[in-house]
């Protein structure tokens, strides 16, 4: 298994961290983070224009047949920035779910797929999505989805959490129906359905989603209705990987702020990175950031390639969070009080990292992931 990125992929890597300091400083973080809408249409537009929302996407549909490591390498280089934008809704999870719906339970062909003409609007950029699967208990598991969708009909419930939706021109909501599990992509002006903003420290734009006899059409299915649970699970455990990416971009960047620090800070007449104190607790910050990638890399690389890797990206998650919030925390220690002035990146990366740790399943949840694929290994050997 060789983990090193391509030409390819260093090229996306350069370019995207070009682009990125210079369209999307810790000024305009800050500014979008303390923003009700929390979006520039115009960046948008921009990494548009550069392909990105169509990396997932096939050729046909109007993206470039980019793979799951290719996402990664990118949303890093975003991770590093703290980008405010929808991408990992729109161009990693929403669109993973209409690719692995595309065709299915059709019938007969007549015209072209509703769900190729989404695939290639998200891949285009023009239009954005955002899933809608967690409800009251919190938890991304399939006992926890209680929302009820019979097709045609009307639903009635909750979704929490669910981020960008009030810049989304199409929600892709998970419900129960047809004996297993149905999506369904509606757009968020349909009537009965409101949404609502959910205060949030880390400055990401999460809603509630209300809907009240909300009518849903045959049109309005993704793919078949009544697919299993594993069916959605592969695009979420992508969007987990994705959020494992944006950690550790935000946990080099702050490396690279604590080095920057540690060289310049005078103190006692020296550098404060002379100290062997600071020496250690910067070579702990370098050991968490290459281990975080490491783990968030291979499990890329075997859904990728093997599929079948859901404990990988279970532990990915798990030591992602984990690594990457003490990286944040001894980073606290190493600036001291400057790394807590709001005019400081320091806060946001820390809030990032914090925010994207919880996203698309905690540690508890990723623990158990774990805990049961031991449990199988075991009896299976």
């Known amino acids: 298994m060789n983990l090193a990125p391509t030409s390819q992929q260093q090229l996306l890597a350069a370019t995207a961290r ?41 050729s046909a549909l109007g993206g470039s047949d980019g793979s799951l490591l290719d996402v990664m ?24 779910l209409l690719l692995a719906a595309r065709g299915a ?26 899933p809608a699967v967690l409800e009251g208990a919190g938890a991304l598991s399939p006992d926890a989805v209680a929302l009820r969708a019979e097709v045609p009909g009307r639903i009635t419930g909750r979704k929490l959490f669910v981020k960008d939706a009030h810049v989304a021109d199409v929600l892709v909501l998970v419900a129960r129906g047809g004996g297993g599990f149905t999506l369904l992509a509606i757009e968020p002006g349909r009537p009965g359905l409101c949404i609502e903003p959910m205060p949030s420290m880390a400055g990401e ?32 455990e992508r969007g987990a ?10 946990a080099a960047r702050v490396l690279d702020l604590c080095v920057a620090h540690a060289r310049g800070r005078v103190q006692f007449g020296r550098p404060i990175g002379s100290f062997q104190a600071i020496q250690h607790a910067c070579a702990d910050l370098l050991r ?20 079948g890797a859901s404990a990988d990206v279970a532990m990915a998650k798990v030591f992602c969070g984990e690594a990457c919030l003490r990286v944040a925390r001894r980073a606290h220690q190493i600036m001291g009080a400057i790394g807590y002035c709001e005019e400081h990146p320091l806060h946001l990366l820390h809030k990032r990292i914090l925010a994207a740790s919880l996203d698309f399943g905690d540690s508890t949840s990723h623990l158990d992931a774990v805990a049961r694929a031991i449990g199988l290994s075991a009896v299976a050997t």
């Open 205 to 236: 734009k999460l809603s509630a989603l209300a809907l009240d006899d909300v009518p849903v059409a045959t049109a309005d299915l993704v793919g078949a209705p009544g697919r299993s649970w594993d069916a959605i699970a592969p695009a979420l």
């Open 18 to 58: 070009a682009f990125l300091d210079r369209r999307c400083p810790p000024e305009l973080v800050l500014e979008l983070a303390l923003d009700a809408r929390g979006f520039r249409e115009d960046l948008w537009g921009e990494m548009a224009g550069l392909g990105w929302p169509g990396l997932l996407a096939p």
């Open 105 to 130: 339970g059709r019938g007969p062909a007549v015209g072209p797929d509703p769900v190729d003409r989404l695939v290639a609007d998200l891949a285009s950029g023009n239009r954005i999505a955002s």
């Open 73 to 96: 390498v990118l949303v890093e280089e975003m991770g590093r920035a703290c980008l405010p934008s929808p991408y990992i809704q729109s161009a990693v999870v929403a669109t993973s």
């Open 288 to 307: 968490d950031v290459e281990g975080a990638r490491w783990l968030t890399y291979q499990a890329a690389w075997k859904a990728q390639e093997a599929g």
């Open 241 to 250: 990987l994705a959020r494992c990416a944006e950690m550790v971009g935000c």
